[in-house]
């Protein structure tokens, strides 16, 4: 059974200070990995998409690395914002799962202005 | 375009009490999901209809959660003597279907169901 884990659980840091969140997955047999932000009482936003062949993917001040091998993935957020602040869910859908997602338990961030 | 609707925003519950959960995807989507998510958690994946067929419901937890899209649009999550380990958030999410694999999933704000 796939097992994602997000390290740290929480993440507090000051404004404009680069910063990488952590996601690893136990079974590397996966069709793709996904980002999503999540701010309080709200449902997901997608972030960033990365397919089983890509090594990473970028969006702004967003970029994204898959190793599958080794079943990691990194979110890396450069120039931080206080706006930046909300928890980030790592997800992968395996491969044949007719898009059925496995999420991490998430990194709460925390821009302090 | 709208996103993906879901009502009520907030649910109390007795336990014992039958509810409704009710999604709207985006229109013409033809995938649609249903997860629970836990406080402190992510979401975990309860059931998938493309769609008016349920084509994968390995994820409902017990036969107190039934859940159905009788015209392949609006779909009801429905959930039997609500216990209070049910409480949580109920996200629907939706995405075009054959073809756009690899397109992100749309997910709606949720409901989140509290059972006292």
């Keep these: ?113 | 375009g709208a996103g993906v609707s879901q009502s009520p925003r907030y649910k109390v519950a007795k336990r014992g009490q039958d509810v409704a959960l009710r999604c709207d995807p985006i229109s013409g989507h033809v995938s649609l999901f249903w997860y629970q998510q836990a406080l402190g958690q992510g979401p975990e994946f309860l059931t998938y209809f493309q769609n008016e067929a349920q084509l994968d419901k390995s994820g409902l937890p017990s036969d107190r959660f039934f859940a159905e899209r009788p015209e392949g649009s609006v779909s009801t999550l429905k959930i039997q003597r609500t216990q209070q380990e049910d409480s949580a958030v109920y996200l629907c999410a939706s995405f075009p279907g054959q073809g756009f694999y690899n397109s992100p999933l749309h997910f709606g704000n949720g409901t989140r169901l509290t059972v006292t």
């Design chain 1, 1 to 113: 059974k796939q097992e994602v884990t997000q390290i740290p659980a929480a993440l507090s840091v000051p404004e404009g200070e680069n910063l990488v969140l952590n996601c690893s997955f136990t079974d590397s047999a996966i069709y793709n990995l996904q980002w999503f932000r999540q701010d309080p009482g709200k449902g997901l936003t997608s972030l960033l998409l990365i397919q089983s062949s890509q090594r990473e993917q970028t969006s702004g001040r967003l970029n994204a690395s898959l190793d599958k091998s080794s079943g990691r993935s990194t979110l890396y957020i450069a120039a931080s914002q206080p706006g930046d602040s909300a928890t980030y869910l790592c997800a992968v859908e395996a491969s044949g799962s007719a898009r059925q997602l496995t999420f991490g338990s998430g990194t709460q961030l925390t821009v302090l202005p």
